[in-house]
């Protein structure tokens, strides 16, 4: 079975400071892909990054990144230099094949000034 | 280039009434993916569709629920007789092709409340 866990519900963090929003997904397919999305409170999702299972680099996107540990099967998102505006929640997924994104049940991320 | 179109972004209906939320695709997407979002919770699949065909419903409540997306017009999630259990967060997405990789791209959800 495919499952993704995020296990922080709420995060604080101070803006212009850096933050890392943890993930752990587990397959045995070898070929998956990760996503971030965002969801403001304006409720829309918002795609934020992509990361594949066979891409030997970390994904990036301005101020996103994902470190990407296959042996541990996480997929953590980093934000760096935060924003009032980055304060939403964010949530994983996966898709193994396919087409369905399989979601975690998100993170509450808080920049406070 | 529009993005992804929801209508309504609110549905409030009585229990036992019929909601309709419909969903327009990005320009030259023609995969088209609808999501349920319950309180507190991350997105649920319910059904993958392109034109004219509805190739995995397999989220899909198996009574009440339907989904279509005609050659024609916005695609249509139905729902029947809707149960207070019913209220959530309604989201389609949409993409180009298919494949591992593929972003899906997300429309501002239709909120539903049943009453």
């Known amino acids: 079975a495919q499952k993704i866990t995020q296990t922080q519900p709420g995060m604080f963090v101070q803006e212009k400071e850096a933050v890392t929003l943890d993930c752990t997904y587990d397959?045995?397919?070898?070929?998956?892909?990760l996503f971030w999305y965002k969801q403001p409170s304006s409720g829309e999702m918002i795609f934020l990054i992509y990361q594949g299972s066979y891409d030997q680099q970390n994904a990036t996107e301005g101020r996103y990144s994902l470190n990407f540990q296959k042996a541990r099967k996480s997929a953590n998102l980093v934000i760096s230099a935060s924003q009032l505006g980055d304060s939403a929640m964010y949530f994983c997924a996966m898709r193994v094949s396919g087409y369905a994104l399989n979601f975690g049940k998100g993170t509450s991320l808080l920049v406070t000034p | 280039n529009a993005g992804v179109m929801q209508n309504p972004r609110h549905l409030v209906r009585r229990r036992g009434q019929e909601a309709r939320l419909r969903c327009s695709p990005m320009?030259?997407?023609?995969?088209v993916y609808w999501y349920r979002q319950l309180p507190e919770e991350g997105l649920k699949f319910m059904v993958y569709l392109q034109k004219e065909n509805i190739i995995d419903e397999s989220g899909m409540p198996k009574e009440r629920f339907s989904a279509e997306f005609p050659k024609e017009g916005p695609s249509i999630l139905r729902i029947q007789q809707v149960v207070r259990g019913d209220s959530a967060a309604y989201f389609c997405a949409s993409s180009p092709t298919l494949g591992l990789e593929e972003t899906q791209y997300f429309g501002p959800g239709t909120r539903l409340l049943v009453l």
């Open positions: 320009k030259g997407h023609s995969h």
């Open positions: 397959t045995s397919d070898p070929s998956y892909g």
